[in-house]
């Protein structure tokens, strides 16, 4: 009986043994697991943050150029309103026979 004593006594020593193990290679893969998560975190808010700069730059390129070409087509169409004749007697004329007839 103090053999079979013994060797269930060994087999729960190396099952404790065993579950140490596990517990121990089930922690480092947790710390593994969190400072690759980090890191990557870390990685992508960088990445993030560049296409952020990167896309901003590009929009407020864009909004300059659009800017420019929207003043240079209203002072053409300002020059153009300016060299358009005006007949003044005319709409004058108008108006008095649309507002007192």
């Given at each position: 009986m103090t053999e079979e004593m013994n060797?269930?006594?060994?087999?729960?020593?190396?099952?404790?043994?065993a579950s140490q193990l596990?517990?121990?290679?089930?922690?480092?893969a947790d710390v593994r697991i969190s400072e690759a998560?980090?890191?990557a975190?870390?990685?992508?808010k960088k990445i993030y943050a560049e296409?952020?700069?990167?896309?901003e730059s590009h929009e407020q390129a864009e909004r300059e150029s659009i800017d420019k070409e929207q003043?240079?087509?209203?002072?053409d169409y300002v020059q153009s309103l300016d060299s358009t004749p005006k007949d003044k007697e005319s709409f004058n004329g108008l108006l008095e026979k649309i507002l007192f007839a």
């Open positions: 060797a269930i006594q060994h087999l729960l020593e190396v099952e404790a043994d596990v517990n121990e290679a089930q922690n480092k998560r980090a890191q975190e870390t990685e992508f296409f952020a700069c990167e896309l003043e240079v087509l209203f002072n």
